[in-house]
């Protein structure tokens, strides 16, 4: 087995986690993650604080193990979000796309653990300071909203930064990957992309299709001009907004309206065209639906089995 200090923090039998994807982390997905070992993460992005009130009731309808809530702090719902946690007492939280501090005291008065996905040692060390239990540290080659430092150069200077747990993030989907951020010196992992295509999984199956059939160049980053790049699969959508946003005589608010509406269109419709099919670099690596306890067990026993044979690399 691989332990962690975030095990038994969280009470979970597996350290990783199932990233907060906004549309699609829903509580089928959640409770599945949960139920199999891992922590399961309903996504609050999408919601407004009555919807997510549900969606924890419904989880917890079908799971009674550790799970958490991802509030995207650019929601335009997330006063209300940040309240229904309190009240539905919601054991992790983790955050994203934002600085969290404003609601950080509330929470953590309140029980709730929190456990902030951060994109820089600068806010990683800040939110150490204010009562993070852990954070997740969260490279560029991951799917949605992105910031500037990679994975493999993020995850040591964050672990070196502060005491609390690392979890890593973006460019993980295999035992390989698994093996490489503990190496780094995370204590767990978080994958999106992996658990996009779960059976659980209630996307479209157009964006299942397309997961499977991505390969290591099928990601574009666009978003940079307003402020937050994101990375989705190259389809009609993501190249004509990356086009766009390179063109003078496109306002930035056009731009943004081009966007409006665009994760729904992927996730609910699957819509080849309209749709944005946020997705991480390492799509090319997922090449099978799956439950998700097969994806736990799987990605454990090969990272295990990686870790076991390492030192073949040190000749005495
Ligand atoms: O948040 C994510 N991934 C996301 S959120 C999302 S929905 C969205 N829609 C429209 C615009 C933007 C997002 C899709 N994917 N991941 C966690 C994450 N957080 N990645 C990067 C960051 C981050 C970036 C800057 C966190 C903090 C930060 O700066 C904080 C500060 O100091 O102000």
Not at 31 to 41: D, M
Request: charged share 25%; with cysteine.
């Amino acid at each position: 087995m691989i332990k962690s200090r975030i095990c038994d923090m969280l009470s979970i039998r597996y350290p990783i986690f199932q990233g907060g994807m906004a549309w699609v982390a829903d509580a089928d997905l959640a409770a599945a993650v949960s139920n199999a070992g891992g922590l399961g993460i309903i996504a609050g992005m999408n919601m407004t604080g009555e919807q997510l009130r549900a969606e924890i009731r419904k989880l917890r309808a079908k799971c009674d193990k550790t799970f958490g809530v991802n509030v995207m702090l650019m929601s335009p719902s997330v006063a209300e979000v940040a309240e229904v946690i309190v009240e539905e007492k919601v054991p992790v939280v983790t955050t994203g796309a934002g600085n969290p501090l404003v609601y950080m005291k509330k929470w953590i008065a309140a029980g709730v653990k929190v456990i902030p996905v951060v994109a820089s040692v600068a806010l990683a060390q800040m939110v150490a300071k204010r009562g993070a239990s852990a954070v997740v540290a969260e490279g560029g080659e991951s799917g949605g909203h992105i910031g500037e430092a990679n994975t493999m150069a993020l995850i040591p200077q964050v672990a070196d930064a502060v005491d609390i747990p690392v979890i890593a993030a973006g460019g993980i989907a295999d035992g390989r990957g698994y093996a490489a951020a503990l190496m780094l010196g995370a204590e767990g992992i978080q994958m999106g992309t992996r658990f996009l295509v779960a059976k659980e999984c209630n996307v479209h199956p157009n964006f299942k299709a397309k997961v499977l059939k991505a390969g290591d160049t099928s990601t574009i980053v666009s978003g940079r001009r307003l402020g937050h790049p994101i990375r989705a699969l190259k389809t009609p959508f993501s190249r004509k907004f990356a086009e766009l946003e390179k063109d003078p005589n496109v306002s930035d608010e056009e731009l943004a309206a081009f966007g409006t509406g665009a994760l729904r269109k992927a996730v609910v419709d699957g819509d080849d065209e309209g749709g944005s099919f946020l997705c991480g670099e390492v799509a090319g690596l997922v090449k099978k639906e799956q439950t998700c306890r097969e994806i736990l067990e799987e990605i454990t026993a090969q990272a295990e089995e990686i870790l076991e044979k390492a030192g073949q690399f040190i000749s005495r």
